[in-house]
């Protein structure tokens, strides 16, 4: 195990932001994390885990341990005549993950083509697009409590997904006086660290089409049963042409929740906003495109400091300046707050951000 000082975090946020941590451990294997748990200087500092990078504000230098997770290793794990188990190291990159899985014949995770991050992070955030959300093909993790360096396994239903949410969003309670072991009904930021994930990818595979522009997308090709593949190209082409690249464009992708009403709500901004794009969840609830709102309230293309909105999408907020001059925590989340004032003071709407500011 060696401990870096000083280092520049700005190549390891997809915003581009720069910041340094003060001290930061290279995660690749198990071992290395039981290294830190053992390690009396180490052990009692408080830490922040990065995977990569792509959910994360940074308003300042990080004073926490950095624990980089750059466990690697993709491979199938079991294989029935109802599913797939496959098996990915939480530092490979997402997409990648999903290339390989179609490579080898494994398809299921092609509508979460191209969301940026690492395996690791897809079930802390419970990723979802375009149909489908992370917990609809996860089966299980690995982690490590870093209180007592114990390693255990999560299930979907211990996971506790939610929207964008999950157990690994939420803070720990202290730990427990005898020691022996973790409460699974707390919460685990900063306390557990994933290593590995498997997901459960179905048999036989069934095609997620229902998302609006796949539907479009389909018809303009004129295939009636497109295969995985077909179907993580387009994924991929509706992103690229509506959310900046973050090799060229420093940004966190969708930077709000789309927020969920009652359907009384839901009518009552009908009623004065009649285009306003809305959707009608399984609960009986109203989910409400962020990204609307904002664009109502006249954000796209807007720009406060070195922070922007996004002119194809008011969701996303981006970084204007470069290298040295690049934007600052500050100047996001200061635009950020200007926003939710906006939709709340035109819509009585809280917008809730999806990125961890640091």
């Not at 690492?118 to 917990?135: F, H, K, R």
């Not at 690994?168 to 072991?181: I, V, W």
């Not at 002119?311 to 470069?322: I, K, P, S, Y």
Request: charged residues 20%; aromatic residues 6%.
């Amino acid at each position: 195990m060696v401990v870096e000082k000083n280092v520049p975090l700005q190549p390891w946020n997809t915003f581009g932001i720069a910041a340094r941590a003060q001290q930061l451990v290279r995660i690749r294997s198990v071992s290395d994390l039981l290294a830190v748990v053992n390690d009396s200087a180490l052990a009692p500092l408080p830490k922040f885990v990065l995977g990569g990078g792509s959910n994360i504000v940074l308003t300042g230098d990080v004073k926490p341990v950095v624990l980089k997770i750059e466990i690697k290793g993709l491979r199938l794990v079991e294989e029935t005549a109802r599913a797939c188990i496959v098996e990915a190291g939480a530092g490979e990159a997402w997409h990648d993950c999903v290339l390989w899985t179609l490579a080898h014949g494994f398809p299921g995770l092609e509508n979460l083509a191209l969301i940026p991050g690492t395996a690791g992070a897809s079930p802390v955030q419970n990723i979802g697009a375009y149909g489908v959300e992370l917990q609809d093909r996860f089966e299980s993790l690995d982690a490590v409590d870093l209180w007592t360096g114990q390693s255990f396994t999560l299930d979907a239903a211990q996971c506790g997904f939610g929207y964008r949410d999950s157990v690994f969003k939420h803070a720990p309670a202290t730990p427990p006086d005898d020691g022996e072991g973790l409460p699974r009904s707390m919460g685990l930021a900063g306390r557990a660290v994933i290593t590995h994930v498997r997901f459960r990818l179905p048999k036989p595979w069934k095609p997620v089409l229902g998302y609006l522009d796949l539907e479009r997308r389909r018809l303009e090709a004129g295939i009636e049963q497109p295969d995985a593949r077909q179907i993580c190209d387009w994924v991929c082409e509706i992103r690229r042409s509506k959310l900046p690249d973050p090799a060229v464009v420093g940004n966190a992708g969708s930077f709000f929740k789309n927020p969920t009403v009652t359907p009384d709500q839901c009518a009552d901004i009908i009623a004065r906003e009649p285009r306003i794009v809305h959707y009608p969840m399984p609960d009986g609830s109203i989910k409400l495109a962020a990204g609307w709102l904002i664009d109502a309230c006249g954000w796209k293309g807007k720009t406060i400091g070195k922070a922007g909105v996004y002119e194809r999408q008011a969701l996303v907020l981006v970084n204007r300046g470069q290298g040295a001059e690049s934007v600052t925590g500050g100047e996001v989340m200061t635009l950020a707050k200007a926003i939710q004032t906006s939709v709340y003071e035109r819509f009585g709407i809280r917008l809730e951000p999806e990125p961890v500011v640091v």
